[in-house]
């Protein structure tokens, strides 16, 4: 997905992105988005870890292509360490994305293991309203 700096996908993106953050109890700078080079795509740093890597970062990771997914930093700084997908929808509502990064975080099993594929026009649209600050959920 192309997103200009002005266009309602962009401000979507970047709204629906902090409301998932404001859902998880994060400050501020916690996310960062990235609209271009497609696909587009966001990083949030979790305050907490995962039970079975006590000793690595932890952060949920949205992508365009898959949507939500909860990672681990590798101990050598490369490639992120994919656990699950939450896989029910590529724009959840921000309490479900929340819910899903505190299950985890908790040692519940939740997700899927596989990424999912979404149509890119309809994830094009959802972001596009996500640009009015009317869809706070």
Do not use: K
Request: with cysteine; charged share 25%; net charge negative.
């Amino acid at each position: 997905m192309y997103l200009e700096y002005e266009d309602a996908q962009a401000r979507g993106l970047r709204r629906y992105v902090r409301l998932v953050t404001e859902a998880l109890g994060l400050g501020g700078t916690a996310y960062f988005v990235q609209i271009d080079p497609p696909p587009a795509n966001a990083y949030l740093a979790l305050e907490r870890r995962l039970p079975e890597f006590p000793d690595r970062d932890a952060a949920l990771l949205w992508s365009e292509d898959t949507g939500w997914s909860l990672v681990v930093e590798s101990h050598c700084g490369e490639d992120l360490i994919v656990l699950a997908y939450l896989g029910a929808d590529v724009l959840p509502a921000p309490r479900v994305v929340a819910r899903f990064a505190a299950d985890l975080c908790d040692g519940v099993a939740a997700g899927v293991l596989e990424p999912p594929v979404w149509d890119p026009v309809d994830v094009r649209e959802r972001l596009a309203a996500y640009s009015a600050p009317a869809l706070a959920g």
